[in-house]
C-alpha cells in the first residue's frame, strides 16, 4: 500500500521538483476535525506552472503514512519467513504437513501431537520420534519445522541423516564452496535440527564420526534436536554409536508411534 506522497510523487511528470510547504487553510478534516493544510506544492520546469497537492490534516498523513510502514513491516516479515521456508528441507508434500491436517485418531495420537507442537513452540532439548514406518512421525516433524519457520520465527531444518553425510562429504571435493569443518559449525549450531531416519543407510566409522561430530557441537551449544527412528532404542544405539547416543539420550524426550500405519488405512495424509 502506497502512502499518500509515494502516489503523488509517482505520477508527476519527470521534470517537476517539489517544495515543501506548511500552510494552513480554512475548513476542518471531517474525519478528525482538525485544521487541513496542504502538504507539498510542486512546479513544472518546463512550463513553470505550480500545483498543491490535496487538503489533509496532519492526522490523515500520518495514519496513512503508518498504514504504508505497517505494510513494509509485513512484506519484509513475509520475506523472512519464505527465506526460512526456502532453507527448511521441506519438499513436496511435506511442505503441507501442519499440526491441523495431522490425523489424530486414538488417545495415543492426540497425545502425541499435542506433545510434539508444545515441543515446538519452545524447542530445546532432544525429542526422539520412534516407531514403525507409517506412524505421522515425518508428518508431525515437517509440521513443527514449518511452525518454526512462519510462526516462532525460528530457522529449523529437516534432513535425512544419509542426506547430512552427503552434504558433509560434499565438502572434500575440489573447489567445494565450503569446508567440513563450516558445515559441522553450521549443522551443529542451528537453532533447530531435525534428522529423519536415523539407523538406515549408514554405520561406516568415518560417517559415525562426521554424525558425532553434528551432535557433538548440538549437544554443547544446547541447541534443539529431532531425531526421526524406525528402530528401537537398542538398534539405535548400536546405529548412533555409543558417543552419539549418549548424547542424544541425555534428558531426552522419547515419543513412541506404536500405532498402524496410516498408508494401511489409505489415510489422505499418508505420513512417515
Same mark, same amino acid.
Given at each position: ?162 542426506? $547430512?553425510?552427503?552434504? #558433509?562429504?560434499? +565438502?572434500?571435493? *575440489?573447489? =567445494?564452496?565450503?569446508?567440513? !569443518? ?44 529431532? $531425531?526421526?527412528?524406525? #528402530?528401537?532404542? +537398542?538398534?539405535? *544405539?548400536? =546405529?548412533?554409536?555409543?558417543? !552419539? ?28
Amino acid at each position: 500500500m502506497n502512502t499518500i506522497l509515494d502516489n503523488l510523487m509517482a505520477n508527476l511528470p519527470a521534470d517537476t521538483t517539489e517544495s515543501v510547504i506548511d500552510l494552513d487553510e480554512p475548513g476542518e478534516c471531517t474525519v478528525h476535525g482538525e485544521q487541513k493544510i496542504r502538504a507539498l506544492k510542486f512546479k513544472s520546469q518546463a512550463t513553470g506552472q505550480e500545483f498543491w497537492t490535496q487538503w489533509y490534516c496532519k492526522t490523515c498523513v500520518r495514519e496513512q503514512m503508518d498504514a504504508g510502514e505497517r505494510d513494509r513491516l509485513k512484506q519484509a516479515q513475509q520475506e523472512q519467513i519464505d527465506r526460512r521456508m526456502a532453507n527448511s528441507g521441506l519438499r513436496g508434500r511435506f511442505l503441507e504437513c501442519t499440526f491441523g491436517n495431522f490425523e489424530a485418531r486414538t488417545a495415543d495420537q492426540q497425545q502425541a501431537l499435542v506433545a510434539v507442537q508444545q515441543y515446538f513452540e519452545s524447542p530445546t532439548g532432544t525429542l526422539w520420534l520412534v516407531g514403525p514406518v507409517g506412524t505421522g512421525k515425518t508428518h508431525l516433524a515437517a509440521a513443527g519445522v514449518r511452525h518454526c519457520c512462519e510462526v516462532t520465527g525460528v530457522q529449523a531444518i529437516m534432513i535425512s541423516v544419509r542426506q $547430512l553425510i552427503r552434504e #558433509l562429504r560434499s +565438502s572434500w571435493e *575440489k573447489g =567445494a564452496a565450503h569446508t567440513e !569443518s563450516q558445515l559441522i559449525e553450521y549443522f551443529g549450531t542451528l537453532p533447530v535440527l531435525v534428522l529423519d531416519e536415523v539407523g538406515v543407510g549408514f554405520g561406516s566409522e568415518a560417517e559415525l564420526t562426521q554424525l558425532f561430530d553434528v551432535l557433538d557441537f548440538r549437544y554443547t551449544e544446547r541447541r534443539a534436536t529431532v $531425531l526421526l527412528s524406525n #528402530l528401537a532404542p +537398542s538398534g539405535i *544405539k548400536a =546405529a548412533l554409536g555409543e558417543r !552419539s547416543y549418549d548424547r542424544m539420550r541425555e534428558g531426552a524426550q522419547l515419543l513412541r508411534f506404536e500405532w498402524k500405519s496410516y498408508r494401511a488405512g489409505g489415510s489422505k495424509h499418508d505420513a512417515r
